[in-house]
């Protein structure tokens, strides 16, 4: 069972590790770890909160893990494998007090998987491939934002992207990195997930931006029946007119060094 705690003592706790005095672990209240078998929306990118209410639906293992550690990629986890008998989708429904602070709630996260999966990890300092972002030979092609929603027609499929958002989706013809309104560290962050390698910045550039950039993955340019199309660094570079330079760097990463199937509630 997840370490159970009053309101009151998790208040202290809350309190203690805002000054960084706990000498405990930060816990939820109440959790409950189930198996996912009615699928239904994912909670991918974090929990669901509400009052003290702490819920992450259909969600993998895999970005509990990401969440609780605060990760900036999937680059920064190594050593994780799927457990077996399909447990890697979960129902996670925990209490917390509505004053605790996310990264409190990521650390309530860390002691469940500890106590529930047996999770066991450590940090280590890799050098692994990383990309600079900067502008080509002229000037930046990028869209300035419009106003109001943005409305794609994707194959036959209508598509809305929120204001303040990328998203990265699979088609028949390749994938799309879709943006509305967005930043430059927003873009260059969501290029860093198709590239499982972190991507910095370097272009220099303030405003906010719309974007509809079609690419062949690189595990898809490998097969006999790929779509004809641009690799994600000369999609970049022909559509954007900015340009991803590879090297290599040090960069913090999470080893996952033990996990087990959860424990019954």
Not at 66 to 78: D, F, P, S, T
Not at 96 to 106: E, I, M, N, P, Y
Not at 162 to 190: D, N, Y
Not at 218 to 237: H, I, T
């Amino acid at each position: 069972m997840v370490q159970t705690v009053t309101r009151a003592s998790l208040l202290m706790l809350a309190a203690s590790f805002a000054f960084g005095q706990a000498e405990g672990k930060l816990a939820f209240e109440v959790a409950s770890v189930k198996r996912n078998t009615a699928n239904g929306p994912s909670d991918m990118r974090g929990p669901r909160r509400s009052g003290d209410s702490v819920v992450m639906h259909n969600t993998q293992l895999y970005s509990v893990i990401h969440y609780a550690y605060h990760l900036n990629g999937n680059y920064q986890m190594v050593g994780f494998t799927s457990l077996p008998d399909g447990w890697n989708w979960y129902d996670i429904e925990a209490r917390a007090a509505a004053s605790a602070t996310d990264d409190q709630v990521r650390l309530m996260f860390q002691s469940l998987l500890e106590d529930r999966f047996k999770l066991k990890v450590h940090r280590e300092t890799r050098d692994i491939p990383e990309y600079q972002l900067t502008i080509a030979k002229g000037k930046p092609k990028l869209a300035p934002s419009k106003e109001g929603p943005l409305t794609l027609t994707i194959e036959g499929k209508s598509l809305t992207q929120p204001a303040g958002t990328c998203g990265t989706s699979g088609w028949l013809e390749g994938a799309r990195v879709v943006c509305h309104a967005a930043g430059i560290a927003m873009i260059a962050s969501q290029f860093s997930g198709a590239l499982a390698a972190p991507v910095a910045d370097k272009t220099g550039l303030t405003g906010t931006y719309d974007m509809n950039l079609l690419y062949v993955p690189d595990d898809r340019q490998l097969k006999p029946d790929a779509p004809p199309g641009p690799s994600l660094a000369e999609a970049v570079q022909e559509e954007l007119g900015l340009k991803l330079e590879k090297g290599k760097g040090p960069v913090e990463v999470l080893v996952i060094d033990h996990l087990e199937k959860p424990s019954e509630n």
